[in-house]
């Protein structure tokens, strides 16, 4: 499935290495690292979560992971950037905010979905995920702002 390859580990890392850079090249260099900050802390907590609960994958699933299932790293990384791509778009772009945020709303909502589908993740998993994925960046803002 096209939509699971979205929240891939180096995808997404390229991508955020870019938008960051990008950030910082064209003068927004505060906003390009609360955006870093925010994403290492999502990284890292998934991470821990997932080193430390060990939870199994669903018997058939199509994926392998070293890693545990929980919390879902692929619904995190797509919904912290529902959240961060629509707040740099705030400061950069004031008019751009509502499109970006539906347009990637719907690709985390459509990522997250797909984890449930290609038995990677119980719904449980997943909705942990996307509200890490949220309310990391959210406080990493507001504590960086």
Request: hydrophobic fraction near 65%; proline fraction near 4%; glycine fraction near 6%.
């Amino acid at each position: 499935m096209l939509i699971d390859k979205v929240g891939n580990t180096y995808i997404f890392a390229c991508f955020c290495i870019v938008a960051i850079a990008a950030l910082w090249y064209v003068g927004y260099g505060s906003l390009a690292f609360t955006v870093a900050l925010a994403l290492f802390i999502v990284v890292v907590v998934v991470n821990v979560l997932k080193l430390t609960i060990r939870a199994k994958r669903l018997d058939g699933a199509l994926v392998e992971t070293k890693l545990g299932a929980f919390p879902s790293g692929h619904a995190a990384a797509s919904a912290s950037l529902a959240v961060l791509v629509p707040y740099s778009a705030s400061i950069i772009e004031p008019s751009a905010v509502l499109p970006l945020g539906i347009f990637v709303g719907l690709i985390a909502l459509l990522v997250s979905i797909s984890r449930v589908v290609v038995r990677a993740h119980t719904p449980l998993q997943v909705f942990a995920g996307a509200i890490l994925g949220v309310a990391l960046p959210i406080v990493t803002i507001f504590v960086a702002a």
